[in-house]
C-alpha cells in the first residue's frame, strides 16, 4: 500500500510540473489540508490543486480514516463570481479508491463549489459539496452527505 501511495505522490508531481502555465485565475499551484466530513468517517489528509488553463484545475486528495485511505483525483471547472474578488464556484468530476479493511473499493466523486483565494495572502480555501458513489465487491452504495472543506498554501 505505501508503494501506491507512493506512486500515486510521484505521479501527481510528475503531472503538475509538466503542465503549462495559466495566467488568468488567482493562482496557479496549492497545497493543503483537506477535511471531507458528513455522513460517516471524517476523512484528513494532504491534497493539492494545480490549474492548466483558466477556467480549468485537477485536484487530488490522500485522505486518511479509520484504517482506511482514500486516494482521489478530481477535474474541475471554474467560473468567476461577479462583485467577488477571489472567490470563484466549481464544478467537476473524477475517481477515487478507497483502501482498507482487507478491500477495495472504487469510487466517482462529483463536485460542486466555491474556492476563495485571500487578497494579499498566499492562502486560500474552499468548500465543497462532494457526494461519493461507491462501488464495491456486490454493489454500489450512494452517499449525497458529504462535504469537503480545504485549506491550502499558494505555491504561485
Not at 483537506?34 to 492548466?52: E, R, W
Not at 483525483?73 to 479508491?97: E, F, K, Q
Given at each position: 500500500?505505501?508503494?501506491?501511495l507512493?506512486?500515486?505522490?510521484?505521479?501527481?508531481?510528475?503531472?503538475?510540473?509538466?503542465i503549462?502555465?495559466?495566467?488568468?485565475?488567482d493562482?496557479?499551484?496549492?497545497?493543503?489540508?483537506?477535511?471531507?466530513?458528513?455522513?460517516?468517517?471524517?476523512?484528513?489528509?494532504?491534497?493539492?490543486?494545480?490549474?492548466?488553463?483558466?477556467?480549468g484545475?485537477?485536484?487530488?486528495?490522500?485522505?486518511?480514516?479509520?484504517?482506511?485511505?482514500?486516494?482521489?483525483?478530481?477535474?474541475?471547472?471554474?467560473?468567476?463570481?461577479?462583485?467577488?474578488?477571489?472567490?470563484?464556484?466549481?464544478?467537476?468530476?473524477?475517481?477515487g479508491?478507497?483502501?482498507g479493511?482487507?478491500?477495495?473499493?472504487?469510487?466517482?466523486?462529483?463536485?460542486?463549489?466555491?474556492?476563495?483565494?485571500?487578497?494579499?495572502?498566499?492562502?486560500?480555501?474552499?468548500?465543497?459539496?462532494?457526494?461519493?458513489?461507491?462501488?464495491?465487491?456486490?454493489?454500489?452504495?450512494?452517499?449525497?452527505?458529504?462535504?469537503?472543506?480545504?485549506?491550502?498554501?499558494?505555491?504561485?
Amino acid at each position: 500500500m505505501k508503494k501506491l501511495l507512493f506512486t500515486f505522490i510521484a505521479g501527481a508531481a510528475l503531472f503538475t510540473l509538466g503542465i503549462s502555465n495559466a495566467k488568468a485565475q488567482d493562482y496557479k499551484t496549492a497545497g493543503g489540508l483537506a477535511i471531507d466530513f458528513g455522513d460517516g468517517s471524517t476523512l484528513v489528509g494532504p491534497h493539492i490543486k494545480h490549474f492548466f488553463n483558466a477556467n480549468g484545475a485537477i485536484e487530488g486528495d490522500v485522505l486518511f480514516a479509520n484504517h482506511v485511505t482514500f486516494i482521489q483525483a478530481l477535474y474541475l471547472y471554474h467560473g468567476d463570481i461577479s462583485g467577488a474578488p477571489g472567490l470563484r464556484w466549481d464544478l467537476g468530476v473524477g475517481p477515487g479508491v478507497a483502501i482498507g479493511n482487507n478491500n477495495t473499493n472504487f469510487l466517482i466523486r462529483p463536485n460542486a463549489g466555491l474556492d476563495y483565494k485571500i487578497s494579499g495572502a498566499p492562502l486560500g480555501v474552499s468548500l465543497d459539496w462532494r457526494p461519493a458513489w461507491q462501488f464495491f465487491d456486490g454493489g454500489n452504495d450512494f452517499n449525497a452527505a458529504r462535504f469537503q472543506i480545504g485549506f491550502r498554501y499558494i505555491f504561485k
